[in-house]
């Protein structure tokens, strides 16, 4: 399994900070709950990722 597997599973996203100053991504479904927590400087390379990810594939830059 990787990257390009695809699922049919449904999961909720929230993004949002903590009140510790991290930025948590939080992924629910099927029955799983993960919090993951990253430091503002991880965020924005997440981030930075996220946009070179959607560029790769043609979209525009925000």
Do not use: C, H, W, Y
Request: hydrophobic fraction near 40%.
């Amino acid at each position: 399994m990787g990257i390009n597997t695809e699922r049919d599973i449904e999961a909720n996203l929230q993004i949002g900070p903590t009140d510790t100053g991290m930025v948590r991504l939080f992924v629910e479904g099927g029955g799983v709950e993960l919090p993951m927590d990253f430091t503002p400087e991880e965020a924005v390379e997440i981030a930075e990722e996220i946009m070179a990810a959607v560029s790769r594939v043609g979209g525009k830059k925000a």
